[in-house]
């Protein structure tokens, strides 16, 4: 089992352009969730998904920010027309369907805008 | 609202010595929490969740709903314990959403 794969490690973009983040939840895990790492802060929850459906978003910007996880695939986090304050870790977690557990975490994607 | 709070940021101790990282949450709620664990470049793990009540690494911790605290002990600290602990609560609703603290680092220094 290799885990949750989060890809890439690293992404640079400039302002103004497009970010794709995906995550590839460890096998048997239905339930994805993704969060910020703001330098210097803690993980902040943005959103959670089962596939095909967004359950809860309630931590994703209003604007720019969208996430999807689709019937095949991974799932995606996408940001658009970044900006530097965008600049973070993001990571992806899964877990089983009402697993008391916790999470298994991917190692993160590091997104930094010049 | 929900919130996770881990006063310290930088904990430094020798090796030997004991340790508390300390977490304080606000939750109405009936509690989950955890403690994760994030070595030099890599991936958070999960360390310890309190239904368990297991020792993981010589490190132990006990939710005090009481003091609303879920505090992280080791009585000797080694060296490979440095590293970003973070504290995370768990709200109820049919999911894992986790809400974490800010995370305490660690340093062991020999």
């Known amino acids: 089992n290799a885990g949750v794969m989060q890809n890439p490690r690293h992404l640079v973009r400039r302002r103004g352009q497009e970010a794709r983040l995906r995550c590839s939840p460890m096998k048997g895990h239905s339930h994805v969730y993704w969060y910020r790492q703001l330098p210097e802060e803690g993980l902040k929850f943005m959103v959670y998904?089962?596939?095909?459906?967004?359950?809860?978003e309630s931590g994703m910007p209003k604007e720019r920010f969208s996430a999807e996880f689709p019937k095949e695939g991974p799932s995606i986090l996408r940001i658009q027309q970044v900006v530097r304050g965008d600049s973070a870790a993001y990571f992806c977690?899964?877990?089983?369907?009402?697993?008391?557990?916790?999470?298994?975490f991917g190692s993160g994607t590091r997104l930094t805008v010049v | 609202a929900q919130r996770v709070t881990q006063p310290e940021k930088l904990l430094s101790v020798f090796k030997g010595a004991p340790v508390e990282l300390k977490c304080n949450y606000s939750y109405s709620g009936s509690p989950e929490l955890f403690w994760y664990v994030q070595y030099s470049r890599q991936r958070l793990q999960l360390l310890l969740r309190h239904i368990s009540r297991e020792s993981i690494k010589g490190f132990t911790a006990d939710l005090n709903k009481g003091e609303t605290s879920f505090h992280l002990k080791k009585p000797f600290a080694q060296e490979e314990d440095s590293a970003m602990y973070y504290c995370a609560l768990s709200i109820s609703g049919g999911y894992n959403k986790l809400i974490f603290g800010a995370g305490t680092r660690l340093a062991v220094h020999p």
């Open positions: 977690a899964s877990s089983p369907p009402l697993s008391g557990n916790g999470y298994t």
């Open positions: 998904l089962q596939k095909e459906n967004i359950i809860d």
